[in-house]
């Protein structure tokens, strides 16, 4: 029974981090992706391993009453979404679930207290951002939109439930645009292995050794100039931003081109091209040019006027971190002395609303029109008790010493190992971490408790990412 293509019966009974259902066979786990807990399925093994193995889905002998109708026509082939066949209700309690398993396997906490998940009652519609990769379709067709899952195999879309929809009459349209200018779509060098061994994609025709690889309706590969559409909006404004992400610094006809745009559609602002030269997965290059109108848009966060940048970071889910920021100043009960460490700070999204409740804010970010952008936002709001420090959490954060509370927002991968170091050194007496990836967050966790300097209070999941299985969290932890 334990063999690649053999077919067996699932019971799933629970879902993983990544948003695969996950059942057993003869002892061994079965990851089975657009299952959910309740669901009895026919399932092909495709990837086996000794204790594990992953499944495709074949027939659903059983719906499980968490399962409904996805609200995306395209949902069981976009990778955009993992759990559009999941009710929002179960998704709630499932994330909930998740960040508790990581902190209890992970982490090693014994029963932590995870307080109920915050929600926004925006379970579509809520990204204000959307980038899209660009692609050309067997028919020579521009296309937009997200890949299946694992593949680079591109789902063309027209509109996409999950972002705001004042951003969807652009998307169609755009793409005609590109198409009549005749602006070369970039092509990627070599299929992932996972993509060459799936039936779904044309296979590449190697013709001899010293031609390149061709695929059916591409041109030749690591070629081309447009590599990403990128879209934002402020939320409160309604200003958006359209970005093109290029290899070249020069589009015939962009600035005409932008012109339109600018003149068909009245909230956006503006038109920016971003020079992506290197053949690397990272979406935005460093250099970024203003073609027609205004290089940022308006946003009203937490009270506080805020200008973002088409690239800089800002929450994808505006009302959720409001929910988060809000619960995180509750659980703080903040004096108005404390000196507040904001690491990872960005534009300042959560350091300049804290800096009204503290003595002072200090900010650190590595991007630098992050930073500068942090500092512009502190003057809107006229706040004059924070500083925003250029360069990286673990250069500062020794060179700042102590601190009242140290605020981390790290990426996915999640601290350094010289920051939770550091940390430990100089014993701010609260560290609240916010985080994205409940593993990485249970990992540096234990970490910080593991010898008993500091103790978890308490984790506080929020809902930044419906219709997926990514879920934020803001933990506090004590000085002991």
Same mark, same amino acid.
């Given at each position: 029974?334990?063999?690649?293509?053999?077919?067996?019966?699932?019971?799933?009974?629970?879902?993983?981090?990544?948003?695969?259902?996950?059942?057993?066979?003869?002892?061994?786990?079965?990851?089975?992706?657009?299952?959910?807990?309740?669901?009895?399925?026919?399932?092909?093994?495709?990837?086996? $391993?000794?204790?594990?193995?992953?499944?495709?889905?074949?027939?659903?002998?059983?719906?499980?009453?968490?399962?409904?109708?996805?609200?995306?026509?395209?949902?069981? $082939?976009?990778?955009?979404?993992?759990?559009?066949?999941? /009710?929002?209700?179960?998704?709630?309690?499932?994330?909930?679930?998740?960040?508790?398993?990581?902190?209890?396997?992970?982490?090693?906490?014994?029963?932590?207290?995870?307080?109920?998940?915050?929600?926004? %009652?925006?379970?579509?519609?809520?990204?204000?951002?959307?980038?899209?990769?660009?692609?050309?379709?067997?028919?020579?067709?521009?296309?937009?939109?997200?890949?299946?899952?694992?593949?680079?195999?591109?789902? %063309?879309?027209?509109?996409?439930?999950?972002?705001?929809?004042?951003?969807?009459?652009?998307?169609?349209?755009?793409?005609?645009?590109?198409?009549?200018?005749?602006?070369?779509?970039?092509?990627?060098?070599?299929?992932?292995?996972?993509?060459?061994?799936?039936?779904?994609?044309?296979?590449?025709?190697?013709?001899?050794?010293?031609?390149?690889?061709?695929?059916?309706?591409?041109?030749?590969?690591?070629?081309?100039?447009?590599?990403?559409?990128?879209?934002?909006?402020?939320?409160?404004?309604? =200003?958006?931003?359209? &970005?093109?992400? /290029? &290899? +070249?610094?020069?589009?015939?006809?962009?600035?005409?081109?932008?012109?339109?745009?600018?003149?068909?559609?009245?909230?956006?602002?503006?038109?920016?091209? %971003?020079?992506?030269?290197?053949?690397?997965?990272?979406?935005?290059?460093?250099?970024?040019?203003?073609?027609?109108?205004?290089?940022?848009?308006?946003?009203?966060?937490?009270?506080?006027?805020?200008?973002?940048?088409?690239?800089?970071?800002?929450?994808?889910?505006?009302?959720?971190?409001?929910?988060?920021?809000?619960?995180?100043?509750?659980?703080?009960?903040?004096?108005? %002395?404390?000196?507040?460490?904001?690491?990872?700070?960005?534009?300042?999204?959560?350091?300049?609303?804290?800096?009204?409740?503290?003595?002072?804010?200090?900010?650190? =970010?590595?991007?630098?029109? /992050?930073? =500068?952008?942090?500092?512009?936002?502190?003057?809107?709001?006229?706040?004059?008790?924070?500083?925003?420090?250029?360069?990286?959490?673990?250069?500062?954060?020794?060179?700042?010493?102590?601190?009242?509370?140290?605020?981390?927002?790290?990426?996915?991968?999640?601290?350094?190992?010289?920051?939770?170091?550091?940390?430990?050194?100089?014993?701010?007496?609260?560290?609240?971490?916010? +985080?994205?990836?409940?593993?990485?967050?249970?990992?540096?966790? $234990?970490?910080?408790?593991?010898?008993?300097?500091?103790?978890?209070?308490?984790?506080?999941?929020?809902?930044?990412?419906?219709?997926?299985?990514?879920?934020?969290?803001?933990?506090?932890?004590?000085?002991?």
């Amino acid at each position: 029974m334990w063999q690649q293509g053999n077919q067996v019966e699932v019971e799933i009974t629970d879902l993983s981090n990544s948003g695969d259902g996950v059942g057993r066979v003869d002892g061994r786990v079965v990851f089975v992706p657009n299952t959910v807990t309740g669901d009895r399925v026919l399932v092909r093994l495709v990837r086996i $391993k000794p204790e594990y193995a992953f499944g495709k889905l074949i027939e659903i002998q059983h719906h499980s009453e968490h399962r409904i109708r996805p609200r995306c026509i395209v949902a069981d $082939k976009c990778g955009g979404c993992q759990w559009q066949h999941i /009710s929002d209700e179960y998704q709630l309690t499932a994330k909930r679930n998740l960040v508790i398993q990581a902190l209890e396997r992970i982490g090693g906490f014994n029963e932590p207290h995870v307080t109920p998940i915050l929600e926004t %009652n925006t379970p579509l519609g809520y990204r204000n951002k959307a980038t899209y990769p660009l692609g050309i379709s067997a028919t020579g067709q521009v296309q937009a939109g997200y890949y299946r899952q694992n593949s680079h195999k591109l789902v %063309n879309l027209n509109q996409c439930p999950v972002q705001d929809p004042r951003l969807n009459p652009l998307l169609a349209q755009i793409k005609q645009d590109i198409q009549k200018r005749g602006w070369l779509i970039y092509h990627e060098e070599k299929l992932t292995i996972e993509e060459e061994s799936s039936k779904s994609i044309p296979k590449p025709i190697i013709k001899s050794k010293s031609k390149p690889i061709k695929f059916q309706g591409e041109s030749t590969p690591n070629t081309g100039e447009l590599r990403h559409l990128s879209l934002r909006i402020a939320r409160r404004s309604g =200003e958006m931003l359209l &970005t093109l992400v /290029s &290899t +070249s610094k020069e589009l015939k006809g962009i600035g005409d081109q932008a012109k339109t745009w600018l003149q068909r559609y009245p909230q956006l602002v503006g038109v920016a091209l %971003n020079y992506h030269p290197h053949p690397t997965n990272v979406i935005f290059g460093t250099e970024t040019q203003l073609i027609a109108g205004k290089p940022l848009i308006r946003e009203t966060f937490a009270g506080l006027h805020m200008q973002l940048l088409p690239h800089t970071f800002f929450q994808v889910n505006t009302e959720a971190a409001e929910a988060l920021l809000a619960g995180i100043i509750a659980q703080l009960d903040l004096q108005g %002395n404390e000196l507040l460490v904001d690491a990872y700070c960005g534009v300042g999204t959560f350091t300049l609303p804290l800096a009204q409740r503290v003595k002072q804010a200090i900010g650190i =970010e590595v991007q630098r029109a /992050s930073v =500068e952008q942090g500092k512009i936002n502190a003057q809107l709001n006229k706040i004059s008790n924070v500083e925003f420090k250029l360069g990286t959490v673990e250069t500062w954060l020794p060179q700042l010493g102590a601190a009242d509370i140290v605020l981390l927002d790290p990426p996915r991968a999640g601290c350094d190992r010289i920051v939770i170091n550091t940390l430990l050194e100089i014993k701010p007496p609260r560290i609240v971490y916010i +985080s994205c990836q409940p593993t990485t967050l249970a990992r540096d966790l $234990k970490l910080l408790c593991e010898n008993g300097s500091y103790e978890l209070i308490s984790v506080m999941p929020a809902d930044f990412f419906p219709q997926t299985a990514h879920v934020e969290c803001a933990a506090l932890v004590q000085l002991n």
